[in-house]
């Protein structure tokens, strides 16, 4: 199994089965810590739907339908989501473009066509 799989096992509200993230492992550790975020919200929303349950509120099922890199930075999209989680992603999204998408160490944005975020090492190898 690898990480992301694992990641998905923890965050089964968050992530169906098939659930594919299109970008390095350096941002492994701010999705880890977004995903558990999120699924705590996730988990006290279907809590509070269960209390409410015979009303006419409707459930909406909120989860992750794309996580990728474009442009160089995170994108982390929803298929519903609560004004709760939206910071959260933001923030996430603002923290991957200081952190190398490679290794997870501090990193800048490179290129001009071809945007990634890596720390200096990593961007020297990969040159
Ligand atoms: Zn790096």
């Not at 209390?51 to 794309?66: K, W």
């Amino acid at each position: 199994m690898n990480e992301w799989e694992v990641l998905r096992e923890w965050c089964p509200k968050l992530y169906k089965e098939g659930m594919i993230f299109e970008c390095g492992l350096g941002w492994y550790g701010l999705l880890h810590d977004l995903s558990m975020k999120i699924e705590k919200i996730l988990e006290k929303e279907a809590e509070n739907s269960k209390l409410h349950e015979g009303e006419e509120n409707e459930y909406v099922e909120m989860f992750a339908i794309q996580v990728k890199e474009k442009y160089g930075t995170l994108r982390f999209y929803m298929s519903a989501q609560t004004e709760e989680m939206e910071p959260l992603i933001h923030s996430a999204e603002v923290l991957s473009s200081q952190t190398c998408e490679f290794c997870g160490e501090p990193g800048k944005m490179h290129g001009t066509h071809w945007l990634k975020v890596r720390c200096d090492k990593c961007y020297e190898e990969k040159k």
